[in-house]
């Protein structure tokens, strides 16, 4: 297992068209999250997933985004009609789900960067 | 509402010398920190995290932080920063979800530049 992947690495996209984006998380990693960055800021969190329940939801993800983890594996977000304000780097990060004794680290991937014209 | 600050954007320094990278958190709980470094070009990985027990504590490749609680502080340091400390810096606190479930905050990162 090589870590985290995701799919595409670029995107660009006119205003209005919908997008999908794909996250592979490491294998026997059940937690999976979502973040986005924008430039000069840090992620900012979206949306995290156990196995594939979604257990929480930022206001940021308006009802134009939704993501998935149907298997509980790999993981999709999707937004709909496009907006310039949506142009960021969409990252994913997996983790073991953390006990009250331990940490698990959240590995993260490469991220997809999205252009909206 | 829970936040982490980073006040130093960007910073330039000349190897050998020493780092300190300012954090501070609002957060009125047991916290959970850490800091995340990107290389240029590479994913964000984890450089340490604080959960409990001495404040003081050590990372990968030489960097410490320390935990002041009495000042919400979680400052970043290292000794003698070498051109491969050339990165882009993120800290970041465990904070609580409206459901009962956690994320993660981080701040906006700061920039370091190694001159050689």
């Known amino acids: 297992d090589t870590g985290v992947s995701q799919d595409p690495r670029h995107k660009i996209t006119k205003r209005g068209q919908n997008v999908t984006f794909r996250c592979d998380p490491i294998?026997?990693?059940?937690?999976l999250y979502w973040y986005r960055q924008t430039l000069g800021q840090g992620p900012e969190f979206l949306t995290y997933f156990q196995n594939e329940a979604q257990l929480e939801k930022s206001r940021l993800l308006s009802d134009r985004f939704s993501a998935e983890r149907p298997k509980g594996s790999f993981s999709t977000l999707e937004i709909q009609r496009t907006e310039q304000g949506d142009s960021a780097m969409y990252l994913c990060?997996?983790?073991?789900?953390?006990?009250?004794?331990?940490?698990?680290?959240?590995?993260f991937g490469p991220g997809t960067r999205l252009t909206v014209l | 509402a829970q936040s982490v600050s980073q006040h130093n954007h960007h910073v330039i320094l000349s190897e050998a010398a020493s780092l300190e990278l300012g954090c501070n958190y609002s957060y009125g709980g047991t916290v959970n920190l850490f800091w995340y470094v990107q290389y240029p070009g590479q994913h964000l990985q984890l450089l340490l995290k604080y959960f409990s027990g001495d404040p003081l504590v050590k990372g990968i490749k030489g960097f410490e932080a320390e935990f002041i609680k009495s000042k919400f502080s979680f400052n970043l340091r290292k000794p003698s920063v070498q051109w491969s400390d050339t990165a882009e810096y993120f800290c970041?606190?465990?904070?609580?979800?409206?459901?009962?479930?956690?994320?993660?905050?981080f701040g906006t990162g700061t920039r370091l530049k190694v001159l050689a």
């Open positions: 970041a606190v465990k904070g609580w979800g409206t459901s009962g479930t956690y994320k993660y905050i």
């Open positions: 294998s026997e990693h059940n937690r």
């Open positions: 990060a997996s983790s073991l789900v953390p006990t009250s004794a331990s940490y698990n680290e959240q590995f």
